[in-house]
C-alpha cells in the first residue's frame, strides 16, 4: 500500500520558472491538502479540495495554483518561482468518517529551492 | 483567527527521562486535536483527540486534552534516541482543515 507519493523529491528551479508538484494517493480518501513547511513555522495549508473538482484557498495560496480531476491526484502548481517559495512541500489526504475528519495522511515530501 | 501555540520549542533531554510537550488553542467549534511525530520526512500520525476521546495512550506515549482550559499535552516516558523528533499539534474547527502549531524539536541524547 503506497499511501501518499509525491514526486519530485527535490528540485532546484530558477526565478521565474514554473513546475508542477505530483501527489497521488490510493487510499479512496476524500480530502487532499497542500502544505509547506518553512524552518521552526510548522504546517501552513496552501490548497485543500474536498473532492473531486472542488478545490479551495488555504492560509497561504498566492503564487500557487491546483486542480482535482480525479479523486487520486492533486497537483500544485507554481507559475512564475520566487525566492520566497523555497521551502519543503508535503501532499497529505484524508476520509470524512463517522464522527468527522480522520486522521490525515502525509507524503514523504519535496524539498524545493528557488534560486 | 484559529491559533495552536506549542511549548517549548525545543527540548533536550537524556535516555530515559520523562518529558512533557504542550498545546494550547484557540479555535471556532473545536472537532478534533491531532499530535503528529516528524524525523526526517513524512508527520506520522500519533492520536487523535476529540470530544468523545480526551485520553489516548500507547506504549510510553499518552495525552490528554483539556477542552475547558483549551490544551492538550503529550506525555513520553522513559525515552529513548528514537524518540528525537520534532512533535506537531494540529487542530481541527468547523472549517475541515488542520491548523498546525510550530512544532516542539525533541532530542533524546544517549
Known amino acids: 500500500n503506497a499511501g501518499v507519493t509525491q514526486t519530485p523529491k527535490f528540485r532546484i528551479l530558477k526565478i521565474g520558472q514554473s513546475m508542477t508538484l505530483q501527489c497521488t494517493q490510493d487510499?479512496?480518501?476524500?480530502?487532499m491538502y497542500w502544505y509547506r513547511q518553512d524552518p521552526g513555522m510548522g504546517l501552513k495549508l496552501i490548497y485543500y479540495s474536498v473532492g473531486a473538482g472542488i478545490t479551495d484557498k488555504g492560509e497561504v495560496p498566492n503564487g500557487y495554483n491546483v486542480s482535482r480531476s480525479t479523486t487520486e491526484d492533486f497537483p500544485l502548481r507554481l507559475e512564475l518561482a520566487a525566492p520566497s517559495q523555497t521551502s519543503v512541500y508535503f501532499c497529505?489526504?484524508?476520509?470524512w468518517g463517522v464522527g468527522g475528519n480522520q486522521p490525515q495522511h502525509f507524503g514523504d515530501g519535496t524539498r524545493l529551492s528557488i534560486l | 483567527e484559529d491559533k495552536v501555540v506549542q511549548s517549548p520549542l525545543s527540548l533536550v533531554v537524556h535516555e530515559g527521562d520523562t518529558v512533557t510537550l504542550n498545546c494550547s488553542y484557540e479555535v471556532t467549534n473545536f472537532r478534533s486535536l491531532l499530535w503528529y511525530k516528524q524525523e526526517k520526512k513524512a508527520p506520522t500520525f500519533l492520536f487523535m483527540l476529540?470530544?468523545?476521546?480526551i485520553e489516548k495512550k500507547s506504549g510510553r506515549l499518552s495525552s490528554i486534552l483539556d477542552k475547558k482550559e483549551l490544551f492538550s499535552i503529550l506525555n513520553i516516558t522513559a525515552t529513548q534516541t528514537g524518540d528525537s523528533a520534532i512533535y506537531l499539534c494540529?487542530?481541527?474547527?468547523?472549517?475541515?482543515?488542520?491548523?498546525f502549531g510550530k512544532g516542539t524539536k525533541l532530542t533524546v541524547n544517549p
Open positions: 494540529a487542530v481541527e474547527g468547523g472549517s475541515e482543515k488542520l491548523v
Open positions: 476529540t470530544s468523545s476521546g
Open positions: 497529505a489526504s484524508s476520509n
Open positions: 487510499m479512496n480518501h476524500n480530502y
